[in-house]
């Protein structure tokens, strides 16, 4: 009777029950029957004993060679002893007893046949992206097989998880994801059930939160762990538990989430699962870590490594994206960047995108935080052309979202396909672009707010206001003296509260739901988190800067003057006559002027001379009745020759001095303008 239910035993999570019958039934009995050796090998690797299981599968094995007849069964054998050496981690014993089962199979296409391809498969992904092809062709063999068969549904399952898995390795997280969802139908039926088929619940799960459908992987999780209970399948529990971990890590409750991974902890400690403990040491690490608990995550870290080993491989990549989590909370920034880059080269030469995608993300944190700008930014360049390739906007908004100044870089990378990215991420986000220089302009999401949606003049500026002041905590009476200066505080702050409705109103306009962007809290006014302001003017002052830090190099000077000269414009808030704007407008001329002059002499020193004269006009028109301008002028035309163009300015010079100042210019500028005419009358 034993061997004819023991299977089903084992098949609807009954095997501890099993092996209590056969450790029943004399030793001599079972010893002389490879059926029960099999069975009972077979059920004790998932009651969490892989050694006693390999013994008694090898004495199956022994007994069914004799005989031609059970070929079948030999092959079953050398199936399961490939299963218990892929459980425990040793992946060569693995290879070699799925190549005994090939070679003893009967040539037929039967259910074992498709085990046997589906297991070669998955070996040939663990050996690395080099035999990803082999690994696919292993798959796609089974799953020809198995459509054959009715009530193949759990190893059908198994085949699309194992398939999903390399394309999640290749990169593909999408495909992953459809083939996943596609192999959690075929067991979402009370009828349909495979010892430790939470793996490939898990596995949906995970790539769910991955492309941010958080609820969809709550609904995966809870179902398995419901069926998983149901058939005492404690093996499934864990990795589901785990499963658990990331979702309310990825929600932010973090003691939730460490009470999971404590409990996969246990189970995969009690059934000795070597192969999952590295994972699951690596989990409870960067929980442990970001609840400040850091003794705790660097034994973990330990754990992972005397697991693991220090050799470099694929499985080495997320130990080392791990431990950088560690140094980088610890504020060891100069060890994580390193580990990091070590991780980032693991995973170039692994061909593993998904990881580096995640370790570009990773390390630009971390230099920007180290103030390495520039290669934070290249960092996320090669992000941001992996999630083009590959699909990974949800992960790139997640991440962009929980630090502003990415963002920001990212817009400058590509301004359109990132607003539509965040757009269509389902995360609350708005950007709002507000553009002071010029004629006064708001963007949020890309589209204007239009004049007529402010309703008034005061309520754009009130908002522009707090924007630029965005550094400071602004209470009401500020603001208010702001913008309506002069005007009784019992008028002034109806119109205010009027005002920040109408910002709420013309915000609702663009983005179609009510959303106000400005929050009072603790007496001051100011934005909410998830509003992003860019300013404009800080783009400028930050381009000014570097052109300042660029005179010594006129090739990297000339596109940043003529950027600085198109974003000026016509100068801060044109049209806008308050106080604080005419304040502001001053302080931005007088940048650019300055820029402009020692630009004028960068290019002077360069004999760019035309760019010199240029650049020094544009100084001109911003302040005409500046003096050392037409000097420094003048002493550029006398270098090419155009003395009839001296002559003019200092013409049209003198005759603004007396009509607007009713003076005459100074000695020094007549003392020039002589000396270089004279010169050209002697030449």
């Known amino acids: 009777m034993i061997k004819n239910i023991g299977y089903h035993f084992v098949n609807t999570g009954k095997s501890a029950t099993l092996c209590s019958y056969i450790d029943n039934l004399p ?10 050796l099999a069975m009972y090998g077979y059920a004790l690797l998932f009651c969490g004993h892989p050694d006693a299981a390999a013994v008694n599968l090898k004495k199956a094995a022994k007994i069914f060679k004799q005989s031609k007849r059970a070929a079948g069964k030999l092959a079953e054998t050398y199936y399961q002893l490939g299963s218990i050496s892929f459980t425990v981690g040793d992946y060569k014993k693995a290879m070699r007893w799925l190549m005994k089962a090939m070679r003893v199979h009967p040539r037929r296409k039967d259910l074992n046949l498709a085990g046997i391809y589906n297991s070669l498969g998955l070996l040939h992904a663990r050996t690395g992206y080099t035999r990803y092809r082999d690994a696919i062709i292993a798959f796609r063999k089974a799953s020809n097989i198995v459509h054959r068969f009715h009530g193949s549904e759990a190893l059908e399952a198994s085949i699309m998880n194992n398939w999903a898995m390399v394309e999640r390795k290749s990169g593909d997280i999408r495909s992953a994801h459809e083939r996943l969802l596609a192999a959690i139908e075929l067991l979402d039926n009370e009828k349909v059930f495979s010892p430790q088929c939470g793996v490939i619940f898990a596995n949906a799960a995970r790539h769910c939160i991955y492309l941010g459908m958080m609820d969809r992987a709550y609904q995966i999780l809870q179902s398995a762990i419901e069926k998983s209970t149901a058939h005492n399948d404690t093996f499934s529990l864990a990795v589901l538990w785990r499963g658990c971990a990331l979702y309310y ?34 989990d409870l690490c960067r929980i442990n870590a970001a609840l400040g608990q850091y003794a705790e995550a660097e034994e973990n870290i330990r754990l992972v490594k005397t697991n693991q080993g220090e050799k470099d491989s694929p499985v080495r990549i997320m130990t080392l994206m791990t431990e950088a989590l ?27 995108p998904f990881e580096a995608f995640r370790i570009n993300i990773e390390l630009a944190r971390v230099e920007h935080e180290l ?22 906007t949800y992960l790139l908004c997640r991440a962009m979202i929980s630090t502003g100044w990415m963002v920001n870089e990212f817009m400058k990378l590509d301004h359109r396909y990132i607003l539509n990215m965040l757009q ?37 500026k009130t908002f522009c206001y707090l924007c630029y002041s965005e550094h400071k905590k602004l209470g009401r009476e500020p603001l208010i003296e702001a913008v309506w200066r002069g005007i009784p505080l019992s008028q002034s702050s109806k119109r205010f509260r009027k005002a920040i409705h109408h910002v709420r109103k013309a915000f ?17 006014y100011g934005f909410a988190g998830h509003f992003h302001i860019f300013l404009d003017t800080k783009e400028f002052l930050s381009l000014v800067e570097r052109a300042q830090n660029s005179m010594d190099d006129f090739n990297t000077l000339n596109p940043l003057v003529k950027k600085i000269l198109r974003m000026y414009g016509s100068g801060f808030a044109r049209g806008w006559y308050e ?19 020692s630009a004028a002499d960068a290019a002077k020193g360069n004999r760019k001379f035309d760019w010199a004269i240029l650049w020094l006009k544009h100084a001109i028109e911003m302040n005409p009745l500046e003096e050392e301008y037409h000097r420094k002028l003048w002493q550029v035309f006398s270098r090419v020759g155009r003395i009839k163009d001296i002559q003019e300015d200092f013409r049209k010079l003198k005759q603004q001095y007396r009509k607007e100042l009713k003076m005459d210019l100074s000695d020094e500028t007549m003392e020039l303008y002589q000396s270089l005419t004279q010169c050209s009358r002697r030449g």
Not at 424 to 429: I, W
């Open 249 to 282: 890590e990825e929600k932010g409750d973090l003691d939730v989430a460490r009470e999971y991974i404590q409990k996969a902890l246990t189970t995969v400690q009690e059934l000795h699962i070597t192969r999952l403990m590295p994972a699951v040491y690596q």
């Open 579 to 597: 106080p604080w704007t005419e304040q502001v407008r001053s302080q931005y001329k007088g940048k650019m002027e300055e820029l402009l002059v």
């Open 508 to 524: 609702e306009q663009v983005t179609g739901v009510s959303d106000n962007p400005i929050i009072y809290k603790d007496e001051s």
């Open 326 to 352: 560690l140094y980088r909370r610890q504020n060891q920034l100069n060890k994580a960047q390193e580990h990091l880059q070590h991780a980032l080269s693991l995973s170039k030469k692994y061909r593993q």
């Open 27 to 36: 030793v001599e009995m079972v010893n002389a029957s490879p059926k029960l």
């Open 424 to 460: 269509s991420s389902g995360l609350p986000c708005h950007v709002v672009e507000v553009n002071l220089l010029g004629t006064p302009r708001v963007f949020v999401d890309g589209k204007e707010i239009l004049p007529a949606y402010w309703k008034t003049s005061k309520a754009m």
């Open 371 to 392: 103030g390495e700008h520039q290669d934070a930014v290249n960092q996320l360049s090669d992000a941001l052309r992996l999630t083009r390739e590959k699909g990974y």
